[in-house]
């Protein structure tokens, strides 16, 4: 018996009054661990309670400590009737279980109903003494560390990269079994929280088995998400990227620069940009004919896409597809054009035979030893210096499938197939691309029904293997450095054959290196390794799509989605390349493109961050050619919209500050296929005033982007291209972890989670309609978020998450999720802030003599403090955005708030500050519903509270583990399902993230030694009164 | 296309004081939208009106989420819900209990029931403030009168304590309280003129003074245990006051009295001849009014007998406030210097708090 878990029940505060007579309530708590359940006392009449119980102990397996969450009941007891549920908390106990993270919980919980939400709140202690278990064969995976965070967290060393861990576990869903019918909406949303707690507590123990038997010890970059099949059940998945990761003992050692990436930028400015490419393969249903429960096979023909009639619906060459689809001519740079028949023939051989030996492979030898071979992903999208090569290009693999009942949860064989099977795709591509390696790789679902479009997209790398091997000596990294110093744009050098290439594509010399061939443009899915010089600013790049589908039941269905998603896919493509060019910039970083399944249309959003890299060569303008050239008032439109189109480069040029330096023919050499001819040979680095003409004269080159307006499509395309608005002055925003180009981030950081869903008039429902709707709805959401941020600008709006679902058939839901970061327009305004800085430090020292007193004399109220995590936290001092000038008044005595302040943010790092400890991962589920809809404020302020709520549960548990922020913070799933006749409404919500400590930068050097200021620190100054 | 559901949720919930500001006014939201675009918002920040009225809704949204605990400031700091700094908390309780001069005019030292709530329509349209914020303001007054009403000790600290408002903001609301408690008419014609400050700082006078709290410790008598310290006038004090009477009963006190006054002052003021031949007539006016206090009825009309025996005599004689304060200074002094005169403390516990009262109501 390896594990005694023991929790304490201390109180209880702001219960809701269960006994109208009296306005009291009588309050008991069970406690309950697997099978063992334990109650306290009942404290009569009150909404205070002070339990004080004992110790309650747990005598456990490790494995249910992995697997179980620690349920926590807060009863209203009743002598004459059945007691009354007030809530409940789910605690994971998983952070007790390594060393180095949390030794305690402790703190006060949001008593949380599904019904009624958060109602009241108790204070809990949970420890766990864990016992050494020398069983080999043992089911637990106690002491590997899991981060959501997808780069090497930042107080550790990466010793090894072992790779890909994949793991998924399904089960019948609560909601849809026959007992649901009975019981009421409360008992079945608990069932189901409880549930998927179950399963995502079994299937991280399951991943750490893999880690541990890959000889790792942490899981980075870990990714869990639920797929809601419906009646065919529920399935839970995680990806992740295992390493052996070393703790970086001494915080000396390691300097604080390293958790601003900004300052690292700063430092080392010299370095490369990435390569290019794009690639995506669709997979139709038919192609999984290997024992799933599919469907019988059907055959899908689309002929102009298909690659030599092979069974799958391979959209090799964006360019080569528009020639027949969408008249769109001319070179798509890196994406290739041309006749990707010639190398077709060849280049599917050879895929197959890849396919093949991996499939043989696969089967031969048990798959559990042969993973890291198999699949050499790796959900990174940061990496240690030196670690990334060649970068080579975007990959995606897209399958259609049609969900059939999960008859054996113990054998979740079909979905681990059809996901095997989106990676095999995934590898070959990568082979393609001439990498043996896939970074920033991530999966996704939708799914509408019975059908169910798998993702899977990553991008193709070619790695130093240094990393990945056992047995890395010490330093390597730090040769490996010096070797990589001569060619530090190298990431973009092309890792393919040249004469060879997968696709054709338009290469140059570097522009830094001037000896290696680089892409005209490259995609990627990952952050912009810190060290890539970048001219100028980055900027979100969104291209977004609707396509009408008709309403079809099973094969039909799946059939007409594969049909459609290779066009969708071509066009967001089109888009994204355009509005890159649009923005004059030659790169795209964490390329993330969702294709969400309706019942009547499918929805595609690409977001990205455009960025000019300086050993690209500079993209071409956009050219509008009519096909009518000889009509006169015609040709006078194109040339006002050739005109708008130039001035709008030329505006984000300047917008963005682009303005690379001018490099010369001769300089970069002539062996160049299809030369460019550049007639800016004037070496002007310095006048910038000559910038806008030679802007112009540049646009006119061969080489610029033509799109040819033939229909009323390609127009629209090219309005829809002008509509979008650039954002506010003073406001910047990109989906990448940090904005390329600013690199004086201030501490101030905003969270916000923004949702909206909008009713489509159902009334002859055209694509144009339908992608004006849609582009309007997402243009305007970005407005409101400008507006609503509007004093904190100068700030950059960062890891900008779209996600879009079809709840319905006329509704489309967006949710957004990003940081708002503030950072200094210039250095100068940097200097003239320290000495506020520095008052508001000698204030918050001189409160603290006052506080440590009081503080002694909260804790009366409040359970203790125990553990010492706590206290050494410094806590964030009021953010500083328009308070107003308030003058401190007198404080009243019970003015001491025990809430510290927990940061949340989807980044890996906190501007201005050092994470010291990582304390476990969050990752929670939780499912609102409601009766009384028009009574909780409609479906706006129903989901307004429940995300309200979250945040406060996320914070709550985080604050418990002694932690004072969340990092990589995703909502990964926000499901909003609404019944307005019946005045209902259910909402699912799961969001993960990492609770660590931080300490602000200012408080390590002024404070140094001393412990920081104390927890309760701006709590008990918050009473203080003002006017 | 039509919004079905539109929020922003921030980790740190947003205040923008502007929005707060109508919403406490009491405007609906497409008022508030369009007082909001009249403010010429738009063309500072490029923003649409649909982004205008989307911003207002989320922020109407977190306010009605947030009154909830605005009715019980210390669940504001506790909650786990919203996370506000505390400098922002501070402002949202302080304007939240704010209210307009106007307003509480119209209904200080009126009974804070249902029945006056009634009035909140008259009120609202007199003073043209939103009938919402009217109820918002009203619902304040009796709420903090409720919970410090039970308390001991001082007002202004259970006040603050409870309801963790400014200094200033707590004083007013202890006045607030003070008036309702004891029902002091202040709204009769003549008293018009005078402002809440007025009567503000005439209440903590008397809270400091006149109330059991005043005399520093609970009294031994356990009926009185039943009063309330600060809110209760001290019956003993207003028992007591009756026997200032012999100061106008006794005539030769009262000559006495007038030629001590009239002797000091000669020569230093304006007013010598009017106040010489008034001097009776305030004296009578003054002590009565204190005579009287053991009936509620004349406690009520306290400002009222002010302001009809004193001020006015006073002012339709143009006393300057200087030659007032002369007179008050020497009136309450003399005192002392009467013989027979057996109740100094008494006097000057009545006189001292009169002073000071009558200096501020006397104005225009």
Known sequence: ?1027 | MTSELDIFVGNTTLIDEDVYRLWLDGYSVTDAVALRVRSGILEQTGATAAVLQSDTMDHYRTFHMLERLLHAPPKLLHQLIFQIPPSRQALLIERYYAFDEAFVREVLGKKLSKGTKKDLDDISTKTGITLKSCRRQFDNFKRVFKVVEEMRGSLVDNIQQHFLLSDRLARDYAAIVFFANNRFETGKKKLQYLSFGDFAFCAELMIQNWTLGAVGEAPTDPDSQMDDMDMDLDKEFLQDLKELKVLVADKDLLDLHKSLVCTALRGKLGVFSEMEANFKNLSRGLVNVATKLTHNKDVRDLFVDLVEKFVEPCRSDHWPLSDVRFFLNQYSASVHSLDGFRHQALWDRYMGTLRGCLLRLYHD
């Open chain 1, 1 to 1027: 018996m390896p594990g005694k878990l023991k929790v304490k029940i201390v109180a209880g505060r702001h219960l809701p009054v269960m006994d109208r007579a009296s306005d009291l309530t009588d309050a008991f708590v069970e406690v309950k661990f697997g099978n063992t359940t334990f109650k306290t006392d009942v404290y009569l009449k009150s909404l205070n309670p002070q339990w004080n119980s004992e110790w309650f102990k747990f005598e456990v397996d490790d494995e249910d400590l992995q697997d179980e969450p620690l349920q926590i009941t807060v009863l209203d007891h009743d002598t004459y009737s059945a007691n009354d549920a007030i809530g409940k908390v789910y605690i994971d106990i998983d952070p007790l279980l390594y060393s180095e993270a949390a030794t305690v919980i402790s703190g006060w919980f949001p008593i949380y109903d599904t019904i009624h939400g958060i109602r009241g709140e108790i204070n809990v202690v949970v420890k766990v003494d864990l016992f050494n278990d020398l069983n080999r064969f043992r089911q637990s995976s106690c002491g590997v560390k899991f981060f959501c965070t997808t780069s090497i967290p930042k107080c550790y060393r990466a010793v090894i990269i072992h790779g890909f861990v994949e793991e998924l576990v399904v089960n019948e869903d609560p909601e849809y079994q026959w007992i649901d019918r009975i019981r009421t909406p409360r008992a079945s949303n608990e069932a189901r929280q409880r549930l998927i707690s179950l399963m995502s507590g079994e299937l991280q123990r399951k991943i750490g088995l893999k880690v541990l038997e890959m000889r790792g010890n942490a899981v980075v970059g870990y990714l869990q998400c639920f797929d809601l099949e419906g009646e065919s059940g529920l399935v839970v998945r995680a990806i992740g990227t295992a390493c052996t990761l070393d703790k970086l003992s001494s915080p000396a050692a390691f300097l604080p620069a390293c958790n601003s990436p900004s300052k690292e930028m700063k430092e080392s400015p010299l370095v490369h940009p990435p390569s290019h490419g794009c690639r995506s393969t669709h997979n139709s249903p038919i192609h999984t004919a290997t024992g799933s429960r599919l469907t019988q096979n059907f055959s899908v023909s689309v002929p102009t896409l298909i690659y030599t009639g092979t069974r799958l619906l391979r959209l090799q060459s964006w360019g080569d597809a528009g020639h027949g689809q969408s008249g769109c001519r001319g070179r798509q740079a890196g994406m290739g054009s041309g006749s990707a028949g010639k190398e077709g023939g060849p280049f599917k051989a050879l895929l197959r035979q890849q396919t093949q030996s991996a499939l043989e492979q696969r089967g031969g030898s048990p798959h559990r030893f042969c993973r890291r071979r198999e699949f050499p992903f790796f959900t990174l999208t940061a990496f240690p210096p030196g670690f990334l090569v060649h970068v080579g290009g975007v990959v995606s693999a897209r399958s259609v499938k049609l969900l059939d009942r999960i008859h054996n949860p113990d054998e979740p064989e079909t979905r681990d197939a059809w996901w095997a099977e989106i990676r095999q795709e995934i590898k070959s591509h990568a082979k393609a691309l001439g990498c043996h390696a896939v970074v920033g790789y991530s999966e996704s679902t939708s799914i509408c029904e019975e059908v169910c479009i798998l993702s899977a997209s990553g991008t193709a790398a070619v790695l130093n293997p240094r990393f990945l091997q056992d047995g890395t000596v010490e330093g390597c990294l730090e040769q490996r450095l010096e070797e990589n110093l001569p060619t530090r744009c190298g990431f973009c050098h092309i890792p393919y054959d040249e004469l060879n290439m997968p696709f054709p594509a338009h290469l140059t010399y570097c522009y830094n290196c001037r000896k290696q061939k680089v892409p005209d443009v490259l995609f990627t899915t990952i952050d912009l390794p810190t060290d890539a010089t970048v001219i100028g600013k980055g900027c979100l790049i969104q291209a977004r799509l609707c396509r009408l589908k008709k309403k079809a039941q099973a094969e039909a269905n799946a059939t007409a989605i594969s049909n459609l998603l290779p066009f969708m896919e071509y066009e967001v493509h089109t888009q994204l390349m355009n509005k890159l060019k649009l923005k004059g910039m030659n790169a795209l970083f964490g390329l993330r493109i969702q294709i969400t399944v309706g019942e009547n249309m499918l929805m595609g959003l690409a977001s990205a961050t455009g960025v000019y890299l300086a050993a690209l060569p500079t993209p071409g303008g956009i050219q509008i050619a009519g096909k009518t050239p000889n009509d006169g008032s015609y040709e006078q439109h194109i040339s006002h919209m050739q005109k708008k189109i130039n001035d709008t480069i030329a505006k984000n040029k300047e917008l963005y500050e682009i303005n690379p330096p001018e490099i010369s023919e001769e300089i970069i050499g002539s062996p160049i296929p299809e030369p460019r001819q550049r007639s800016r040979l004037l070496r002007s680095q310095s006048e910038s005033s000559d910038e806008v003409t030679e802007l112009d004269l540049s646009h006119g080159k061969k080489d610029a982007f033509v799109l040819e307006i033939d229909d009323t499509d390609a127009m629209e395309d090219v309005h829809s291209l002008l509509t979008d608005v650039p954002p506010p002055s003073g406001f910047y925003s990109c989906n990448t972890e940090i904005m390329p180009g600013i690199n004086n981030w201030t501490s101030e950081i905003q969270m916000f989670t923004s949702v909206r869903v909008i009713r489509l008039s159902s009334l002859n429902l055209t694509n144009q309609a339908l992608n004006k709707n849609f582009n309007d709805l997402c243009e305007n959401l970005l407005k409101s978020l400008y507006f609503k941020l509007r004093s904190m600008i100068p700030c950059c709006l960062c890891h900008v998450n779209f996600t879009v679902s079809l709840p319905e058939d006329e509704l489309i839901q967006v949710t957004v999720t990003a940081v708002a970061i503030t950072f200094d327009k210039n250095q100068a305004l940097q200097t003239t802030k320290t000495p506020v800085e520095k008052s508001l430090q000698r204030a918050s020292t001189d409160n603290e003599e006052l506080l440590q007193f009081p503080l002694e004399l909260c804790s009366d109220s409040l359970p203790s403090h125990p553990f010492p995590p706590a206290k050494a936290v410094t806590v964030e001092k009021a953010s500083p955005v328009g308070d107003g000038n308030f003058r401190n008044r007198s404080a009243p005595p019970c003015a001491n708030s025990t809430v510290g302040v927990v940061k949340m943010t989807p980044l890996s790092f906190i501007p201005g500050a050092k994470i010291t400890k990582y304390l476990g991962i969050i990752n929670m589920f939780f499912i609102r519903e409601t009766t009384s809809l028009r009574e909780e404020g409609g479906v706006s302020g129903f989901l307004h509270a429940f995300i309200a709520e979250v945040f406060a549960m996320v914070r709550a548990h985080v604050a418990a583990l002694g932690g004072n922020a969340v990092v990589s913070y995703i909502m990964k799933q926000c499901v909003f399902m609404e019944n307005p006749n019946k005045n209902q409404a259910q909402c699912l919500i799961n969001v993960s993230g990492d609770a660590v400590v931080f300490v602000r930068e200012s408080d390590l050097e002024v404070v140094s030694s001393q412990q920081p200021t104390i927890n309760c620190q701006s709590s008990c100054t918050e009473g203080e009164v003002t006017t």
